[in-house]
């Protein structure tokens, strides 16, 4: 779609927050401009990327959800540390958690990174992850971190994609 299509698209929702996710965002060229026009257009507007990708083009406006990717998703060597220094006090860093494993290196990956204070989100992973014992491990250690499932998949089934 051209940017104006997306625009106008976007604006016969009649709704005030944007979020661009699925996939990767960044791994597309005009995603940083689509993200300008939509903060222009007076959008709230929100980003999840995977973490792999430089944000430093992001506008500021922009609330970024940046993945920390844990061992178990075979992606922590993708991870892009330089973007936890680029984040602001509005921006989320979200850790996907499928097993104890993951659990102590996302809370290792607080400590190295000073992320303590960030907006932090544990998300388990669904089907392998049970969210009330990883909610029991989070409040064990008094993590001050958000445990997050993934609401579209309890609503409507993990079968379901977007429109």
């Not at 507007?45 to 993945?67: C, F, I, Q, Y």
């Not at 509005?90 to 290792?108: C, G, L, T």
Request: positive net charge; proline residues 5%; hydrophobic residues 40%.
């Amino acid at each position: 779609m051209t940017l104006p299509r997306i625009l106008k698209k976007t604006a016969s929702f009649r709704i005030p927050l944007v979020e661009v996710t699925g996939g990767e965002p960044l791994e597309q060229e005009a995603t940083p401009s689509l993200l300008k026009a939509l903060v222009r257009a007076g959008y709230s507007v929100m980003l999840e990327t995977n973490g792999a990708h430089d944000v430093s083009r992001v506008p500021r406006a922009v609330l970024k959800v940046v993945d920390v990717k844990c061992p178990s998703s075979g992606r922590s060597m993708r991870n892009r540390w330089s973007n936890l220094c680029r984040l602001t006090g509005q921006d989320e860093v979200k850790f996907v958690i499928s097993n104890a494993r993951d659990y102590r290196y996302a809370k290792a990956v607080i400590r190295r990174h000073r992320l303590a204070g960030k907006n932090l989100i544990f998300s388990p992973l669904w089907g392998r992850m049970s969210p009330s014992l990883l909610a029991s491990w989070v409040l064990r250690d008094r993590l001050r971190v958000r445990v997050q499932v993934q609401l579209h998949k309890v609503l409507w089934g993990s079968a379901r994609r977007g429109r």
